[in-house]
C-alpha cells in the first residue's frame, strides 16, 4: 500500500484539486483507493457530495478512541458514489485536536496505527492536508512514504515552499524511513512572464526533487468541484486531465522503481 | 483616518493583491496611505521589495515594547518606492505572537492603540491579514472601520465565508462600534458554470454586505508580484485593476456616508 501526502502551509495552491485529480485516475485504472480528510475545512469531503455537518464516522472520531480496532476503523470508512474509491471523512472539530493533542506523548503516530490496520484492503492512500502546520499535517507526514508539494508557479509562492521543505527536513529528523518529496508547479499560465521565471527558479533550487512538467491553468477545475465528481469522470479534453495523467505515471514509474 | 481590514481565513482568495490594488489607487488619488502587513508570510513586504530576511522596524518589534511611545511607531514605518504609501513591514516572528499573547489581557486591542498615534498622518490605512483567525486578525478587526472579505466565486469557497462571517459575528460582541463588512467577489470566470451559480448563491446569502460587481480572473495580477510595484503603476487596459477602481469607487461613496 502506498500513501501518498498532499501538502504545503500556503493556502488556495491546489492541493485538494491534486488529490481529487489524482485519486479518479488511479480508481479509473482499478487501484483501491482510501482518501484521508485532515482539514478542518473539509473541501475534499464536501467536493464529494457528503454534508459536512452532518457526516458520522469521522476521522476525529477515531482520534478520540485510545484502543483503536479493527471495528472502528473500518466504520470510519465511507463508500462515496465511485467504484474504488472510499473516504475517511473531516469535521470542524478536527481544529480542536491541537491544542487537546499537541504536547501528548507519540500523537504523531495515530494516523500511522490507523493505517497500518488497513494495510492489505487498499492498493493507494492518498492524504488532503490543510494549510497549517500543525498536528494533523505532522500525522500525515508521519504516515506517508511521498509528500507531494504543489506549488503556484509564481513569485510569492517560492518563499512558502522554503517553508514547507525546512518543515519535511525537521519531520525527517524523526521518521526512520526517507521522506521523499516531489514538488508539483501548479496554476502555471504560459501567457504571463512571471509563471515562466518562477518555473525556472524552481527548477535551479529543487533539480532532484521537482516534477519535470507543470499542471497548467485550467478554469474548467471550478467546475468540477460542482460535479462532485473528480475531474477524469466528466470532463472531456482538459488539458489539466491530461497533466494530471502524466504526473501519476512519472509517480507510478518512481515509487515501483524503490 | 479610515481603517480598512482585507482579511478571510481561507488561503489564496486575494487578499494581498486586494490590499496591494486598492492602495496604489488611493496614493495615485494623492491620499496618504500606511500599510500593515500582519501576516507571517510577509506576501505584502515581499511584494514591494523588502527582503522579509533582513527588514528592520517590523509589526512584530512594536509589539515587543509594552510601553508605546510616538517614536517607536514612527521607526516602525517604512517608505516605499512609491509616493504617499508606507509600510509596516510583517517577519516570520509574528507567528510567535498567538503563544506569547494569546492569553494577555487586553492583547485584542494593541493594533488600534498603535494607529491612535497616527491618526492625522494618513487618510488610509490597509491592513492584509493571514489565513487565520488567530491574534494578528482579532487585532485587525479590532483596529478596524470596514472589513473588506474577498471571496472566490467558487462552491468550496462558500462554506470558507460562512466561518469568516461567524468571526465578524463574534468580534462584534466586543467591539463597541459596528463591525462593517463587504464581500468582494474575485477571481470571477465568465467561461465557467461555477462561477456564475456561485455569485449568485454569494448574492442570496448576503444581499446586504456584498459589493454589487466582481474582480474577474485577470493573469496580469501575477506579473504585477514580479516588477514589485501595484498593478495600477504599470499594467495599462487591465480589467482587474478597472475592476478595482469601480470597487475603489463604491468604498469610498459608502464611507463617506456614515
Ligand atoms: N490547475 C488549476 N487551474 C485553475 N484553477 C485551479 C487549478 N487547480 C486548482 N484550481 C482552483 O483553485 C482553487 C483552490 O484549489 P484547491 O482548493 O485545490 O487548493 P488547496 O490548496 O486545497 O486550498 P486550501 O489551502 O484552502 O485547502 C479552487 O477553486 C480550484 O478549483
Ligand atoms: N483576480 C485575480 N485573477 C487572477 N489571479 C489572481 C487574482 N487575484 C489574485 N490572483 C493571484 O492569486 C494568487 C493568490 O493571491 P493573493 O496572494 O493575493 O491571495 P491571498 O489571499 O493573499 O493568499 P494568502 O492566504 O496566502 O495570503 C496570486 O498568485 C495572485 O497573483
Ligand atoms: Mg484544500
Ligand atoms: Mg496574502
Not at 492524504?127 to 505532522?138: A, N, S, T, W
Not at 509563471?195 to 507543470?214: C, F, R
Not at 475531474?231 to 482538459?238: A, E, G, R, T, V
Request: charged share 20%; hydrophobic share 40%; with cysteine.
Amino acid at each position: 500500500m502506498k500513501v501518498w501526502t498532499v501538502a504545503n502551509q500556503k493556502g488556495g495552491v491546489g492541493k485538494t484539486t491534486t488529490v481529487i485529480s489524482l485519486a479518479g485516475l488511479l480508481a479509473q485504472q482499478g487501484k483501491r483507493v482510501l482518501l484521508l480528510d485532515t482539514d478542518p475545512h473539509a473541501s475534499l469531503t464536501s467536493y464529494l457530495g457528503f454534508d459536512v455537518d452532518s457526516v458520522q464516522g469521522t476521522l476525529y472520531e477515531l482520534y478520540q478512541n485510545t484502543q483503536l480496532d479493527d471495528a472502528m476503523v473500518t466504520h470510519s470508512i465511507q463508500a462515496t458514489s465511485f467504484d474504488n474509491l472510499d473516504l475517511i471523512p473531516a469535521s470542524m472539530a478536527l481544529a480542536t485536536l491541537d491544542k487537546v493533542l499537541g504536547q501528548r506523548e507519540g500523537m504523531g503516530l495515530i494516523l500511522k496505527r490507523i493505517l497500518a490496520r488497513i494495510e492489505h484492503q487498499y492498493d493507494y492512500v492518498l492524504i488532503d492536508c490543510p494549510p497549517v502546520l500543525g498536528v494533523m499535517m505532522v500525522n500525515a507526514l508521519a504516515a506517508s512514504s511521498r509528500v507531494l508539494v504543489p506549488v503556484q508557479t509564481e513569485f510569492l509562492a517560492i518563499k512558502g515552499l522554503e517553508r514547507m521543505v525546512k518543515t519535511l527536513a525537521i519531520m525527517q529528523r524523526s521518521c526512520p524511513e526517507p521522506l521523499r518529496y516531489t514538488v508539483v508547479p501548479t496554476m502555471y499560465d504560459k501567457r504571463t512572464r512571471a509563471s515562466l521565471s518562477a518555473l525556472k527558479e524552481l527548477q535551479e533550487t529543487y533539480p532532484k526533487n521537482i516534477w519535470n512538467s507543470v499542471i497548467p491553468i485550467d478554469t474548467k477545475f471550478r467546475d468540477a468541484s460542482l460535479r462532485h465528481a473528480p475531474p477524469s469522470y466528466h470532463i472531456k479534453n482538459c488539458r489539466g486531465v491530461f497533466a494530471y495523467q502524466t504526473l501519476l505515471a512519472h509517480l507510478q514509474q518512481m515509487t515501483d522503481e524503490q
